[in-house]
């Protein structure tokens, strides 16, 4: 794990304004008026894993097979549900205590923020990561620090295989999108729940430290993961 010292960060959206014509959050009126906002959050210090959760990990806790040619692969194929369920195992079979309890409606699972055990990143504290110190999208040329469209070959990569960013933590910006805790605006949304940076999938324009994208909790794809924290360790 990373130590990573507290600070502020400035974030920033851009919110749909359309209507939702259906009350399951699946219709909206079709074309799209958007209205930017920042806003500004205290990162308390934390400890970040220095990769995303790979397949010989989440295997491991969760007593399932894998093959070897994949151990170093990102977890993919995973919900926001299965990462948090993977975060409170984590913890148990460390002597730890779960972060989360978790409920039926994942809007209402909660998170214990006084509690020792694995986690997800905050939207905030992922951001402040990310951007490490720097001030730009990205901290590095996208071809040094990220797996994107035009580099991947169609396909996920072993973790750390690219650059740091300059806290020393890879795969931040690239390789698989990286689910956090927050919910991404309820009202709006419902439970959807925010994921962060970029994938191998990606254009170049969709990697960086302010990409941000939503889904529902148990939404699934090739190209989306996650990393785990410690308040304290």
């Not at 507290?6 to 749909?16: A, K, S, V």
């Not at 998170?111 to 720097?134: H, M, V």
């Not at 698989?176 to 729940?193: A, K």
Request: hydrophobic share 35%; glycine share 6%.
């Amino acid at each position: 794990m990373v130590s990573i010292k507290g600070g502020t960060i400035e974030l920033r959206d851009y919110i749909n304004m359309d209507k939702w014509l259906s009350s399951d959050y699946t219709l909206s009126n079709p074309g799209s008026v958007k209205k930017a906002i920042t806003w500004s959050e205290m990162i308390e210090p934390f400890h970040v894993m220095k990769y995303p959760v790979t397949q010989h990990l989440y295997h491991l806790v969760m007593h399932e097979e894998v093959e070897m040619s994949v151990d170093h692969l990102p977890m993919t194929e995973v919900s926001w549900i299965d990462s948090i369920i993977f975060c409170n195992k984590l913890s148990r079979m460390l002597g730890r205590t779960e972060c989360y309890t978790i409920t039926n409606e994942s809007e209402k699972t909660t998170y214990n923020k006084t509690a020792n055990g694995f986690r997800l990143l905050t939207d905030a504290e992922w951001q402040y990561t990310c951007k490490a110190g720097t001030m730009g999208y990205r901290y590095a040329k996208i071809d040094q620090i990220a797996w994107y469209q035009k580099n991947s070959n169609g396909s996920v990569h072993e973790v750390g295989q690219l650059l740091p960013n300059p806290w020393g933590i890879f795969d931040m910006i690239g390789n698989v999108w990286e689910w956090c805790w927050d919910l991404y605006d309820p009202e709006r949304y419902g439970n959807y729940r925010v994921f962060r940076g970029g994938s191998w999938a990606e254009v170049e324009n969709n990697c960086g430290s302010t990409s941000r994208r939503k889904s529902m909790p148990d939404f699934k794809i090739d190209d989306l993961g996650f990393r785990i924290a410690l308040t304290k360790l």
